[in-house]
């Protein structure tokens, strides 16, 4: 009876640590990224405009702390097909901090004037590769990606049938996203690819509960593929 108890004990611990860890791989940002952005912004909209050499001089240690943070920050598993690109991005940040060092020890003002440009401007291309497109596609993505890489490897057809509604909705939701004056030229190819996601996000939520596992199986595949393809349209 103790032997029970100890492994119910267990379970409810591993379930109730297994929650915040999976909500953390499919949330869309990297926290030690955001947080430097306590540094860039008064580089940026203070010392910057005013050109205060002084200021931005005194802001080195702080640049290098947070800055250490991000190189040794990893992605959450949501966001690893964007590595290549965000360690492609890291390393220009990297050289911007490196730059920005070098203008501070020496005593010629545009360089460090220069410098802090570079650094804002590599800065926020490094959170534009992780930021998501659209709020819809995130949303959805969120979801699939529970579905993709847990419970499918896990053959738990049940659960991809409990979220395949969810699916369904959000893929819905993307079709109805406005795009940005800066994405409008997408629009046609836009329209096109999300009505393929809710084409196949409404076949694998009509799967009824007598379908197999290879059908299941194969719907999540092609609604995982479909949602692929509405991503290269913003690469």
């Known amino acids: ?37 306590e540094v860039i912004y008064p580089i940026w909209h203070t010392a910057y405009p005013d050109k205060d050499i002084a200021m931005l001089k005194s802001l080195v240690p702080q640049v290098n702390e947070l800055a250490g943070k991000v190189y040794a920050a990893k992605l959450p598993g949501i966001l690893r097909d964007k590595q290549v ?14 730059a920005y060092n070098a203008a501070a020890k020496g005593s010629v003002d545009k360089a460090m004037l220069d410098a802090a440009e570079v650094l804002h401007a590599k800065y926020e291309m490094l959170v534009r590769i992780l930021r998501p497109v659209l709020k819809e596609m995130d949303d959805f993505h969120k979801v699939l990606y529970v579905v993709y890489h ?11 049938r ?12 993307v079709t109805a996203a406005k795009l940005s004056t800066r994405l409008e030229p997408k629009a046609e190819a836009f329209a096109k690819a999300s009505g393929e996601l809710v084409k196949a996000a409404t076949v694998l939520a009509g799967l009824g509960p007598k379908a197999d596992g290879a059908a299941v199986e194969q719907a999540v595949q092609k609604l995982h593929s479909r949602y692929q393809d509405l991503e290269k349209i913003f690469d």
């Open 162 to 173: 409990a979220a395949a509604p969810d699916l369904k909705a959000k893929a819905e939701a």
């Open 85 to 98: 690109k965000y360690d492609a991005g890291l390393a220009e940040f990297r050289a911007a901090v490196e």
């Open 1 to 37: 009876m103790k032997l029970n108890r100890s492994w119910t004990i267990a379970f409810v611990l591993l379930a109730a640590a297994a929650g915040p860890a999976m909500a953390q791989e499919t949330e869309s940002a990297v926290p030690e990224l955001s947080a430097f952005h």
């Open 150 to 160: 847990t419970d499918l490897p896990a053959k738990n057809w049940a659960a991809v």
